[in-house]
């Protein structure tokens, strides 16, 4: 008698053949079966070993499992062996067969031969042994279900444990493996089997894809800050991570028919990442995101949680890189599931007193502060900030800093990036400068309870978005003040960069070096000729900033950093007069618009018009070339059409003045023309 085991998951024959009889194949045969899969993964022949190995009830993997029920168009669950099936087989195969909430995608579950699993002789110490260490890990497990805080003592939850601990739960190699955690709410575990159904039955994804259940779920509510709750969670789910080679966790709750998850990736990275929704790219941050998904309606959901889920994962092998671009190109993303998510949210604030559960409460306004901001940034919207500036209002309302300083201060952070964007909408100059200072406000305040060694990343942000604020006060003054808020600007961004770290902070690094790069050139620009070491040393601060992008890994970004490259490429040529690094400058603003386009960004995509009106103005002007002009007044009449239809004021008053000079520009005399404010 050999000694081997032979490893894998069983498929039940009764069930395969129920699901054969109704699968609508032109013969219910398993030979038509395997054309059919064939046909589905485009394969030059059929794949009729497996499907007789699954109907065999052979031990398999379970993708061959998968495989099989994509064709017959069932869940794969469905087909799995139970005992149940074993016994009206005839069969004993000792203990059930695990389903997929208790194994990967691609693990293999041991299960003995008929031979091996035959009774010993009476008195085998072997037979003995292995019962006495069943017998203790089905007590350990009990006692640990009764004793450990925050776990289930259910039947299912213990026989859960019981698989993992026989089961090599483990990603299989070359795959993405995905962590599916129980969810609160969800004592009969429908909603975690119903998601991982949703991934394991894609097409796109399952060829690529490792799934493996969780017997544990995770939680962030009760009292507290709910910033530290995050992070705890965070932590402990990334080390499940890495324990089981997986790329990608979601976690969360359910209500109903509603379930609200998140994502925690193996990032070590906590910049925002950026990915695509609606055709636009956004930035995402990950510890703050939450998706509504509807199992009466998945589909309004799933195609994004999907692209969110591969955008997300931090892969260090090109292989898998490739694998992952492939499976995310097959999914459009698009903010439905963010405006419903928001529409929930404002339904279920409507029910709660604050006075009575202020915890709830807080926690539901922080995530409309963080939803509004976010789907503001893609609609380009001033009502969604000011909705983002309510809510965040409404947590401090009940979260005062003495109790919660960290979280306090987060939330001030994001109410004043939140008035730093209206800014840009406010119809007057002076309306715009009160925002700003509302901003400056609310950031300086933030930045008391914000310790840079505690929480260095909080303070980088707070110290950026200070900088940011005085540089664009700087914008709107003259003289002496202007300089000086320039000054201040700069400073603040500096020393944001002493606490952050490119290779963990890619896009933060590059973020405030490019805000660096803003404030010098326009510095240098007002100084006029003695300004153009200023404005070098600016285009330094951009060349940095453009090291650490990609138009693949965060076009946004990347477009913005090479609209300000171009931008301050431009104004040195205007202080030096040297036309030829005008047109150096005309190429680096058409690579900013390989990313920033009109249906896909299109304030941005005017910004990059408006700077290349002016350009033409300036070159029109060093070559004494009227025909320019022409150019000039029709990209800044696009951009201004766009200014103007997103109601971006601040935007719109530099259009409109360089129209004005255009239009009393003579022709004729050309040194009567002046291009800019």
């Not at 119809?427 to 009160?434: D, G, Q, S």
């Not at 890994?553 to 990347?558: G, P």
């Not at 205007?574 to 390989?594: H, I, P, S, W």
């Amino acid at each position: 008698m050999t000694d081997s085991r032979r490893r894998g998951v069983r498929a039940s024959r009764i069930r395969l053949e129920q699901a054969l009889a109704e699968a609508g194949l032109p013969r219910p045969t398993q030979a038509a079966l395997a054309e059919r899969i064939a046909d589905q993964e485009n394969l030059d022949a059929a794949p009729k070993d497996l499907v007789s190995r699954v109907f065999r009830e052979q031990p398999v993997d379970p993708q061959s499992i998968e495989r099989v029920a994509r064709g017959l168009g069932v869940p794969a669950h469905t087909l799995y062996q139970t005992s149940a099936d074993a016994a009206l087989n005839g069969a004993d195969d000792g203990p059930e067969n695990p389903r997929p909430e208790a194994a990967s995608a691609a693990a293999e579950t041991p299960a003995e031969s008929p031979m091996e699993t035959a009774l010993p002789a009476r008195g085998s110490r072997p037979r003995r042994i292995g019962l006495v260490l069943l017998a203790l890990s089905l007590l350990c497990v009990l006692l640990a279900s009764l004793v450990l805080p925050g776990t289930r003592s259910s039947w299912q939850t213990l026989t859960c444990r019981l698989s993992s601990l026989t089961a090599d739960q483990q990603i299989a190699p070359g795959h993405l493996g995905v962590l599916i955690a129980r969810l609160d709410g969800d004592p009969q575990n429908q909603g975690q089997r119903f998601i991982a159904d949703r991934f394991l039955e894609d097409p796109e994804l399952s060829p690529f894809l490792s799934v493996i259940t969780l017997c544990d779920g995770y939680s962030a509510t009760g009292p507290g800050d709910r910033r530290a709750q995050l992070d705890a969670v965070r932590d402990r789910a990334q080390a499940e991570l890495h324990r089981l080679g997986a790329h990608l966790l979601l976690w969360g709750e359910r209500a109903g028919n509603l379930i609200n998850l998140r994502l925690v990736s193996t990032r070590t990275d906590l910049s925002p990442q950026q990915v695509e929704l609606n055709g636009k790219p956004v930035m995402i941050d990950e510890r703050y995101l939450e998706l509504p998904l509807d199992v009466a309606r998945p589909q309004n959901t799933m195609p994004d949680l999907k692209r969110l889920a591969l955008a997300l994962m931090q892969l260090n092998e090109d292989a898998l890189s490739a694998q992952r671009d492939n499976a995310i190109s097959a999914y459009r993303g698009s903010t439905e599931w963010l405006k419903a998510s928001i529409v929930s949210d404002r339904n279920l604030r409507s029910s709660i007193r604050p006075e009575v559960d202020p915890t709830r409460w807080a926690l539901v306004n922080a995530q409309l502060c963080y939803k509004y901001r976010l789907l503001g940034d893609i609609a380009a919207s001033e009502d969604d900030y000011q909705s983002a500036v309510q809510a965040c209002e409404a947590v401090l309302d009940v979260r005062p800093r003495a109790e919660f300083p960290q979280e306090w201060a987060a939330v001030k952070t994001n109410l004043g990036s939140a008035w730093l964007r209206l800014y840009a909408y406010a119809r007057t100059l002076e309306l715009a400068v009160e925002r700003l200072h509302h901003a400056e406000a609310e950031i300086q305040s933030a930045a008391e309870s914000i310790s840079r060694e505690r929480s260095p990343q909080l303070w980088a942000v707070n110290r950026r978005t200070l900088g940011t604020i005085y540089i664009r006060l700087g914008e709107l003054s003259d003289g002496p003040d202007a300089s000086t808020l320039f000054d201040r600007g700069v400073a603040e961004l500096q020393s944001a960069l002493e606490v952050q770290r490119p290779e963990y902070q890619p896009l933060d690094w590059a973020l405030t070096q490019q805000n660096i790069c803003l404030a010098q050139y326009q510095h240098g620009a007002r100084l006029g000729a003695a300004g153009a070491a200023l404005v070098r040393e600016a285009m330094g601060h951009c060349e940095e900033a453009v090291r650490w992008l990609s138009p693949a890994s965060a076009a946004l970004s990347w477009g913005m950093v090479q609209n300000n490259l171009a931008a301050s490429t431009a104004i040195l040529a205007q202080l030096e007069g040297d036309a030829n690094l005008l047109e150096q400058a005309a190429e680096a603003f058409a690579q900013a618009q390989r990313v920033y386009t009109r249906k896909r960004v299109p304030v941005n995509w005017a910004e990059v018009e408006v700077n290349l009106g002016e350009l033409n103005c300036n070159l029109a002007l060093m070559r004494d070339e009227p025909a320019r002009l022409a150019d000039a007044e029709r990209h800044t009449q696009e951009a201004l059409r766009v200014f103007i239809e997103h109601g971006v004021a601040r935007y719109q008053r530099h259009a409109e003045r360089l129209l004005a000079a255009l239009d009393a520009c003579d022709r004729e005399d050309l040194s009567s023309c002046r291009c800019g404010d």
